[in-house]
């Protein structure tokens, strides 16, 4: 599918939304993800596609990623990114994956975000908000540093469920404090490949149920 960029959005430091007119109604579920193409001269062994959780709600008439950019050597991908103008046009594909709301509207949710890992829970969480949907949520965010909190305003609405970690690694302990975890919650985790991988391997030593860990990683990412 054809997109249209519009703008670009600090979202946090050195974190960046990029939002896109969709030529036409691009339906998906809160939580998935698309491969974005763009193509430029010169590109690295990278190449020019990348997977991007869609950071934007279904209850948005545009679409947005949001991704983080390194201060130095970032990639020819990222750099033809930044350097997108209204109006360029780029191709995405079908938004897929499974990292979604259960069906039972009643399981009790714990979200576990690593720095850019917030994107999911953030399309996730605004269309709750916007639609009026209920669910028992609580939400841990990790970040290595305050002003690397992205979507702030959003996860705020959460009120008390809204945890912030700061400066510190999480782990089995640090969720099933933070998050009063019982033997009903499913439990999501987001965030850095090497983030998620010891979170889920902590959890599953640490007794919680393995059929009720859900996770989706960043690749390229190494840390929260």
Do not use: C
């Not at 579920?29 to 596609?49: C, M, T």
């Not at 509207?105 to 949907?133: C, M, Q, R, W």
């Not at 302990?173 to 490949?193: A, C, M, Q």
């Amino acid at each position: 599918m054809k997109v249209t960029f519009d703008r670009r959005i600090q979202t946090a430091k050195n974190i960046y939304t990029f939002w896109f007119t969709p030529e036409k109604t691009m339906r998906h579920i809160a939580g998935q993800f698309i491969e974005l193409r763009i193509p430029h001269p010169d590109k690295d062994k990278r190449g020019d596609k990348r997977w991007f959780t869609l950071s934007s709600s279904p209850t948005d008439k545009q679409v947005s990623i949001t991704t983080k950019f390194s201060p130095q050597n970032s990639s020819s991908f990222k750099q033809a990114l930044d350097s997108l103008t209204p109006g360029d046009q780029l191709d995405i594909a079908s938004p897929m994956g499974d990292f979604i709301l259960p069906k039972d509207p009643n399981i009790p949710l714990l979200f576990v975000a690593g720095g850019i890992g917030s994107t999911p829970f953030h399309s996730i969480i605004k269309y709750l908000n916007d639609s009026g949907e209920k669910r028992d949520v609580t939400l841990i965010y990790a970040v290595s540093n305050d002003d690397e909190i992205a979507f702030n305003e959003e996860f705020s609405k959460l009120g008390d469920s809204f945890k912030k970690v700061v400066g510190s690694r999480i782990d089995a302990d640090t969720i099933k404090t933070l998050g009063n975890v019982t033997d009903d919650h499913y439990i999501y985790l987001s965030g850095p490949e090497p983030m998620v991988e010891a979170l889920e391997k902590d959890l599953k030593s640490g007794g919680f149920n393995k059929k009720h860990i859900y996770t989706d990683f960043f690749p390229g990412y190494t840390e929260i």
